[in-house]
T-cell receptor, first 114, second 109 residues
Framework: DGGITQSPKYLFRKEGQNVTLSCEQN?????MYWYRQDPGQGLRLIYY???????QKGDIAEGYSVSREKKESFPLTVTSAQKNPTAFYLC?????????????FGDGTRLSIL | RKEVEQDPGPFNVPEGATVAFNCTYS??????FFWYRQDCRKEPKLLMS???SGNEDGRFTAQLNRASQYISLLIRDSKLSDSATYLC??????????FGKGTRLSVIA
């Protein structure tokens, strides 16, 4: 089945540690996105990529980094510079490079601080 | 970034009731509109796209009012399984979708 796979489902980070969240899609979508959702809050855009080897900052990119070396993969690194990383992280993808198409989401990674 | 505003609710309705949500958007150049559903601690899932002519999918009807810059979602004959948060989503051109914070619906037996 086609879809978006995020891993791990739950992740714990120690203070000062970088962690990487995986996002893989086999939908042949060009565009991929990372969002953060805090309890009772809406989705906030961290980074997005419309095409391989290119990505753009979203609204809250500070403390995060991404890469897009392959069409299928868009990993997100939460760096030690992100002081409040505890949240629900959602990866999404969309058809074509026009971002007006609906997005499809993975089932998320919950990150917590130890 | 332009805003998408929703009443956070919660809307508590009995089974079988009809309930409607509105969502306002601030950018008159917005081009694409969607409703997503998000269950507690789950990812958002596309419920329906919203077309200029409106569209209906079973018990769900979505309408777009460009003049007043709002979209609506009507749910008829509410089921317990409709309990969720409904996200209004707007696209302003070739930029990422803008998500509202959602309206929480609780359908009560």
């Amino acid at each position: 089945d086609g879809g978006i796979t995020q891993s791990p489902k739950y992740l714990f980070r120690k203070e000062g540690q970088n962690v990487t969240l995986s996002c893989e899609q086999n939908l042949n979508h060009d565009a991929m996105y990372w969002y953060r959702q805090d309890p009772g809050q809406g989705l906030r855009l961290i980074y997005y990529s419309q095409i391989v080897n290119d990505f753009q900052k979203g609204d809250i990119a500070e403390g995060y980094s991404v890469s897009r070396e392959k069409k299928e993969s868009f990993p997100l690194t939460v760096t030690s510079a992100q002081k409040n990383p505890t949240a629900f992280y959602l990866c999404a993808s969309g058809t074509g490079t026009f971002m007006g198409q609906p997005q499809h989401f993975g089932d998320g990674t919950r990150l917590s601080i130890l | 970034r332009k805003e998408v505003e929703q009443d956070p609710g919660p809307f508590n309705v009995p089974e079988g009731a009809t309930v409607a949500f509105n969502c306002t958007y601030s950018n008159s150049a917005s081009q694409s509109f969607f409703w997503y559903r998000q269950d507690c601690r789950k990812e958002p899932k596309l419920l329906m796209s919203v077309y200029s002519s409106g569209n209906e999918d079973g018990r769900f009807t979505a309408q777009l009012n460009r003049a007043s810059q709002y979209i609506s979602l009507l749910i008829r004959d509410s089921k317990l399984s409709d309990s969720a948060t409904y996200l209004c989503v707007v696209n302003e051109g070739n930029t990422p979708l803008v998500f509202g914070k959602g309206t929480r619906l609780s359908v009560i037996a």
